[in-house]
């Protein structure tokens, strides 16, 4: 990931003052919440895939720059609604927005920001982009509702956890490997599929990285154990139920189902899933997805930056948070 920050150095500052001016706003609230918004920016991997791809295949141009903003500003908007659903309190370690100003101005200020977006998009022309991202949305929602009607009922299969992490997590993953060579691709068309395959493999790799991090017997982040208390189904949990016997495994979904379960529940369930050998199998289906996209991205020339992307892949493997 260093690689990849110092040689987009400049295009990453440029990046950040024109994020910030396009998301002000002359409501002085609404402009506090976009500031504080920036302030406790992430890794920004969306926009810095978008500008990796583009430097890896040309230049990057005004177009490349907003549609990096596009898919940060659209990323950030989920991340906003998302802490209502889940009335979380934190994000990144600061408070969320509801924490700080209660569910309807998070609210609002999430729908700000997906409008602010589109129509940076659409002032512009950029109709590309404004495609790439409406599919991104589309599959997200789809998927954020199949993993709610799931959890209701712990039905999930492997079937569906992949077709639930392609759309959550993949399809913003790949949109974004994909604006970054939207002008090169009305040459090469082949290369938007090139990018979005890259893409969808490295986003299924880094949520089953995410959903190992959760079994973590030493987590730092999000509370341990998170998703085993709303009763999600992941890959480490979905290899251990195949490997437990009939009777373990009718303990351990009950324990889950349990509206009244204990840590001690959640302790014994992450216990279970590290003997059993689920989290390395999962650890295992992750390497090859994160082979799956680097295999892709040495189809490329010879490069720096080529360099810098399988650095990239690499750290969104061995993160540890």
Same mark, same amino acid.
Request: proline share 2%; with cysteine.
């Given at each position: 990931?260093?690689?990849?920050?110092?040689?987009?150095?400049?295009?990453?500052?440029?990046?950040?003052?024109?994020?910030?001016?396009?998301?002000? &706003?002359?409501?002085?609230?609404?402009?506090?919440?976009?500031?504080?918004?920036?302030?406790?920016?992430?890794?920004?991997?969306?926009? +810095?895939?978008?500008?990796?791809?583009?430097?890896?295949?040309?230049?990057?141009?005004?177009?490349?720059?907003?549609?990096?903003?596009?898919?940060?500003? +659209?990323?950030?908007?989920?991340?906003?609604?998302?802490?209502?659903?889940?009335?979380?309190?934190?994000?990144?370690?600061?408070?969320?927005?509801?924490?700080?100003?209660?569910?309807?101005?998070?609210?609002?200020?999430?729908?700000?920001?997906? &409008?602010?977006?589109?129509?940076?998009?659409?002032?512009?022309?950029?109709?590309?982009?404004?495609?790439?991202?409406?599919?991104?949305?589309?599959?997200?929602?789809?998927? @954020?509702?199949?993993?709610?009607?799931?959890?209701?009922?712990? &039905?999930?299969?492997?079937?569906?956890?992949?077709?639930?992490?392609?759309?959550?997590?993949?399809?913003?993953?790949?949109?974004?490997?994909?604006?970054?060579?939207?002008?090169?691709?009305?040459?090469?068309?082949? +290369?938007?599929?090139?990018?979005?395959?890259?893409?969808?493999?490295?986003?299924?790799?880094?949520?089953?990285?995410?959903?190992?991090?959760?079994?973590?017997?030493?987590?730092?982040?999000?509370?341990?154990?998170?998703?085993?208390?709303?009763?999600?189904?992941?890959?480490?949990?979905?290899?251990?139920? @195949?490997?437990? &016997?009939?009777? @373990?495994?009718?303990?351990?979904?009950?324990?889950?189902?349990?509206?009244?379960?204990?840590?001690?529940?959640?302790?014994?369930?992450? @216990? +279970?899933?590290?003997?059993?050998?689920?989290?390395?199998?999962?650890?295992?289906?992750?390497?090859?997805?994160?082979?799956?996209?680097?295999?892709?991205?040495?189809?490329?020339?010879?490069?720096?930056?080529?360099?810098?992307?399988?650095?990239?892949?690499?750290?969104?493997?061995?993160?540890?948070?």
């Amino acid at each position: 990931m260093r690689l990849a920050q110092q040689i987009l150095e400049n295009e990453l500052n440029i990046f950040n003052k024109k994020m910030e001016a396009y998301i002000s &706003s002359p409501i002085s609230l609404l402009d506090y919440v976009m500031r504080y918004i920036i302030r406790r920016k992430g890794k920004q991997l969306r926009p +810095l895939l978008v500008l990796l791809s583009a430097k890896m295949h040309g230049e990057i141009s005004d177009t490349i720059y907003r549609a990096a903003a596009c898919v940060e500003i +659209l990323h950030t908007a989920t991340l906003v609604h998302d802490d209502v659903v889940d009335n979380a309190m934190e994000r990144r370690g600061f408070f969320s927005i509801n924490a700080l100003w209660k569910n309807k101005v998070a609210i609002l200020a999430g729908d700000y920001l997906l &409008s602010k977006g589109m129509l940076l998009a659409l002032e512009h022309k950029e109709f590309t982009t404004l495609e790439i991202l409406s599919h991104a949305v589309k599959k997200m929602s789809e998927a @954020e509702l199949l993993q709610l009607e799931k959890a209701r009922n712990f &039905s999930a299969t492997e079937e569906i956890y992949f077709d639930i992490i392609k759309g959550k997590t993949a399809s913003l993953i790949a949109a974004a490997c994909m604006l970054g060579v939207q002008e090169q691709a009305t040459q090469q068309p082949q +290369l938007l599929q090139q990018m979005y395959a890259l893409g969808e493999s490295l986003g299924i790799a880094f949520q089953i990285k995410d959903d190992i991090l959760d079994y973590s017997v030493n987590w730092i982040g999000k509370p341990k154990g998170q998703d085993i208390a709303d009763k999600k189904l992941t890959l480490p949990l979905i290899y251990t139920l @195949e490997k437990i &016997s009939p009777k @373990e495994k009718k303990s351990v979904v009950e324990k889950i189902k349990n509206k009244r379960k204990t840590q001690q529940d959640i302790k014994y369930i992450i @216990e +279970l899933c590290h003997q059993s050998g689920g989290i390395d199998a999962a650890h295992q289906t992750m390497l090859s997805y994160a082979e799956k996209s680097k295999q892709i991205v040495l189809q490329f020339p010879p490069s720096l930056t080529r360099n810098a992307f399988e650095q990239v892949i690499q750290a969104m493997t061995e993160r540890k948070l």
